[in-house]
Nanobody
Framework: QLQASGGGLVQPGGSLRLSCTAP????????ISWFRQAPGKEREGISC?????????YYADSVKGRFTLSRDNARNAAYLVMNNLNPEDTAAYYC???????????????????WGQGTLVTVSS
C-alpha cells in the first residue's frame, strides 16, 4: 500500500507539497502517478514520474506549469509540489502505481494496482 500525505487548507495562490511513501515495499523502479477527485467528478490523472531516474514527468494540462513531481529513491518517496493553487484544485489527491517502470499517458485509474488512501486539499479564502 502507498501512503499519501501533506494535504490541507490553503488560500488561492498558495502552495502545498504532497508526499507519497510506501512502507513495506520499494518504489525505486515503479512509476508513481497522482490522481485527484473532486466532489461529484471523476478521478483525474494529473501527473506521473517514471521509475528509477524519474526523467521528464508527465503532467495533465490542468496542472502543467504549476505542479512539479519528483522522487527521492533514497527516501522511497515521491513529492508533488503544487503552486499557484486555485479553488478548482480542491479535491482528494491520491498516489498510485501500476508497478510498471514507465508512465503511460493518459493516466488510467483502473490500470493502477496500488493506491494511497488519499489526502484532502482545500483551496479557499
Amino acid at each position: 500500500q502507498l501512503q499519501a500525505s501533506g494535504g490541507g487548507l490553503v488560500q488561492p495562490g498558495g502552495s502545498l507539497r504532497l508526499s507519497c511513501t510506501a512502507p513495506g515495499f520499494t518504489l525505486d523502479y515503479y512509476a508513481i502517478s497522482w490522481f485527484r477527485q473532486a466532489p461529484g467528478k471523476e478521478r483525474e490523472g494529473i501527473s506521473c514520474i517514471s521509475g528509477s531516474h524519474g526523467n521528464t514527468p508527465y503532467y495533465a494540462d490542468s496542472v502543467k506549469g504549476r505542479f512539479t513531481l519528483s522522487r527521492d529513491n533514497a527516501r522511497n518517496a515521491a513529492y508533488l509540489v503544487m503552486n499557484n493553487l486555485n479553488p478548482e484544485d480542491t479535491a482528494a489527491y491520491y498516489c498510485a502505481t501500476d508497478t510498471l517502470t514507465n508512465c503511460r499517458g493518459p493516466l488510467q485509474a483502473d490500470a493502477m494496482q496500488f493506491w494511497g488512501q488519499g489526502t484532502l486539499v482545500t483551496v479557499s479564502s
